[in-house]
Nanobody, 128 residues
């Protein structure tokens, strides 16, 4: 059974940093795109960052460019999101997701409907 488990969320002051981790189990995702999404209260879930299967291509939402960095450690089957210069508007539940397809070479790896496996989410709260 595939499981994605996020960790690293919490409460931080504006300007601070957090590092989210997503540990995958049940199968290896070294050949699959992975991504981070978030959902703030009263808002739809949105794409934050995505990384293709090789790690050679990444996507960032405009709102986090220059502040967030997505990375992966295939040996550990783990996805990361380094979040710096956090703002109150970054407050949300952050979800990890993984694509079922292997070696996807298209450009749509930031879209929510591309992903088949989801974690339970981790809360990030940024105080002003």
């Amino acid at each position: 059974q595939v499981q994605l488990v996020e960790s690293g969320g919490g409460l931080v002051q504006a300007g601070g940093s957090l590092r989210l981790s997503c540990a995958a189990s049940g199968r290896t995702f070294s050949s699959n795109a992975m991504a981070w999404f978030r959902q703030a209260p009263g808002k739809e879930r949105e794409s934050v960052a995505a990384i293709n299967w090789s790690g050679g291509r990444t996507y960032y939402a405009d709102s986090v460019k220059g502040r967030f960095t997505i990375s992966r450690d295939n040996a550990r089957n783990t996805l990361y999101l380094q979040m710096n210069s956090l703002k109150p508007e970054d407050t949300a539940v952050y979800y990890c997701a993984a694509d079922r397809d292997r070696y996807y070479s298209g450009s749509m790896f930031h879209l929510e409907n591309k992903y088949d496996y989801w974690g339970q989410g981790t809360q990030v709260t940024v105080s002003s």
